[in-house]
């Protein structure tokens, strides 16, 4: 029975690691940038949501769609400040720029507020036990879950029912031909950014609430799983990242379970490299060969 | 190709950081240094063979490491065991981190390297983060409360492993083996169809380069009195990237360059340590902006010196980034 308690708190952290893994796929599958800064974004909507809840003493609600519109917009700047101007430049170029981002947050962070820790304030959900046949789940857990489905649902919605979400299909998909079809390309990726630094915020509430506890560095190994998810399930699409982030909650819950706790980080990367060995296209991806 | 002891520099630059050298000895044993400076000559002399050999793979063979500190941290941990453990000289304990880190090299490189790119990147910050779980979980070499080793590194032996390292990757760079990692640099799918063997090449360099990061390792555990599985994380990785990025990729006088400069930088920051990595990253964002190449580009100092293009067989007087 305990396993299956295992099982759903990893259904919990892969749902956490789905919705950030989701920024990662999204932006790489538009313009072939792993964004580091995503990472980031969360923790920023971590902060946002703890801000919002503990200084204007708002609900639960009220903070995670605060903090989803935050990080949208600072994506959005992310993107326009730092990463427009090097669209054309190498691949190399971009990622140092990411990484550069991604650290320029964190110590901007510490430095404005202090690298303590900051405890969320929890009873901000109604905290229960509900019992399915013996097995103890916690309502938290359930919760997470339920805003994760809903969250990736209405992503699934938008990508494939709004004009948006076409033009950034058309565009993950050949940005010249969709420029000369009339889409405007810029807006597009911005769109992209603020849709997956939205989930990021999103994921950083969740994050907060679940774990109860928020520092500057947090984004970091999140951040790193996330892109594993991201690599696992075929970086670039969609259901991939949601049941990449899924599978990888629910390998690291059972690494804890079986004892070695210790070794919990260590599995996401372990996992990274046999996939990156014997799947590079991920679970859900196709086999490109490169033309010269 | 002459060879690079042949070259007319070649005995000028010896003599030169002998005497240098020898000096630098005179006056840490005269004690006109205080131990701050003679602790940022040391972590420079450390950080110049971390960024020679990070040179190695990325600037030369362009293949992308941000896992480097791994490698340091398998070189630190393998010889600090000889010395503390085992009891052995410090030349066996140092010869043993190298060996140590070139072994791991071979093991992730053979995997790994078949990837490109971004891949690549992302499985050696993967291999890095391994490293450091790895050690902070064995607790024979002490696990999250690190290992106390003795103070064993000193001048000579780093002005030795410096100046070895530098003659080591330069003279590779000029032979055969380093022509074709320049070729997979500039183009892997063309250097392919020329006949090159590129996974040998790319495995030979990330060796070459994981065993002086191992040789680097062992002269940092010697000289900080203790490891911790902390020291080697994302951020020390960080800090050799930048190192190579900022001097320009595919120019060592760069990496070196970058290397003594951002080490004194850092020394004098140490405790702004916020202001230092915001500082660090800003640099960084507007180095890519505005002058991608990093500031040496693919040239060296040496060919400032000479006209251009009679540098027969050097490297390419282009300024261009050639790195995918």
Request: with cysteine.
């Amino acid at each position: 029975m305990e396993w299956i308690q295992q099982l759903v708190n990893g259904i919990s952290l892969g749902s956490i690691y789905a919705l950030i893994a989701l920024g990662y796929t999204m932006v790489y599958g538009i313009v072939k940038l792993i964004n580091f800064a995503h990472g980031d974004v969360f923790m920023v909507g971590s902060f946002v949501g703890f801000y919002s809840i503990s200084i204007f003493h708002l609900g639960f609600f009220p903070a995670l769609l605060i903090s989803m519109a935050v990080c949208a917009i600072f994506g959005v700047l992310i993107e326009r400040i730092a990463y427009k101007p090097l669209r054309n430049a190498t691949r190399i170029a971009a990622l140092i720029t990411a990484i550069g981002v991604s650290l320029l947050i964190e110590y901007t962070t510490i430095y404005a507020r202090g690298a303590q820790p900051e405890a969320y304030p929890d009873k901000l959900l109604p905290f229960k036990n509900v019992e399915f046949f013996g097995v103890k789940i916690s309502s938290q857990s359930l919760f997470i879950l339920a805003i994760s489905i809903l969250l990736m649902i209405l992503l699934q919605f938008i990508v494939h029912k709004t004009k948006i979400g076409k033009a950034m299909r058309a565009v993950s998909h050949d940005m010249d031909a969709a420029r000369l079809m009339g889409i405007n390309v810029d807006n597009t990726i911005s769109a992209t950014f603020a849709i997956g630094s939205a989930l990021a915020g999103a994921a950083g509430v969740i994050f907060g609430m679940y774990y109860t506890k928020i520092e500057p560095l947090m984004g970091i190994i999140p951040g790193l799983k996330a892109f594993v998810a991201a690599v696992l399930g075929g970086i670039g699409i969609i259901p991939g990242a949601m049941v990449g982030g899924l599978v990888l909650g629910v390998i690291e819950s059972l690494v804890s379970a079986s004892g070695y706790s210790l070794w919990r980080d260590g599995a996401a990367f372990v996992v990274l490299i046999l996939i990156l060995i014997f799947r590079p296209s991920g679970i859900f991806g196709k086999n490109v060969r490169e033309k010269v | 190709m002459k060879k690079l002891t042949h070259g007319k520099g070649f005995w000028t630059a010896i003599v030169v950081v002998a005497i240098l050298s020898a000096l630098i000895q005179f006056l840490i044993s005269g004690g006109t240094l205080n131990s701050f400076y003679v602790n940022t000559i040391f972590y420079i002399g450390i950080n110049i063979i971390l960024a020679t050999s990070l040179h190695l793979i990325m600037g030369i063979t362009g293949q992308f490491s941000i896992g480097h500190a791994g490698f340091l941290a398998v070189g630190a941990y393998a010889s600090a065991i000889m010395t503390m453990k085992l009891d052995l000289p410090f030349p066996v304990a140092i010869l043993a981190g190298g060996i140590a880190a070139g072994i791991a090299g071979l093991i992730i490189g053979i995997p790994s390297l078949r990837l490109k790119g971004d891949y690549l990147a992302i499985a050696t910050l993967g291999f890095g983060e391994i490293v450091r779980i790895t050690f902070l979980n064995i607790d024979y070499i002490g696990g999250a409360s690190g290992m106390q080793v003795r103070h064993l590194t000193t001048w000579p032996w780093l002005v030795a492993c410096v100046v070895l390292t530098v003659v080591v990757i330069t003279n590779f760079t000029n032979s055969t083996h380093g022509r074709a990692c320049i070729s997979i640099r500039e183009n892997e799918i063309a250097a392919d169809a020329m006949g090159i063997n590129t996974t040998y090449y790319k495995v030979a360099a990330f060796v070459i380069g994981s065993f002086f990061a191992g040789i680097a390792g062992a002269l940092y555990a010697h000289n900080f009195y203790i490891i911790q599985p902390t020291n080697f994380g994302f951020l020390k990785s960080f800090d050799i990237l930048i190192f190579v990025v900022l001097g320009g990729l595919g120019s060592m006088s760069g990496a070196v360059i970058a290397a003594i400069l951002l080490t004194i930088i850092s020394t004098f920051l140490q405790d702004y340590s916020e202001t230092r990595m915001i500082i660090y990253s800003l640099v960084l964002i507007i180095m890519m902006l505005y002058r991608p190449q990093g500031l040496m580009g693919t040239k060296e100092l040496t060919s400032l010196f000479k006209y251009r293009g009679t540098g027969k067989g050097g490297m390419p007087n282009d300024n261009k980034q050639t790195i995918a």
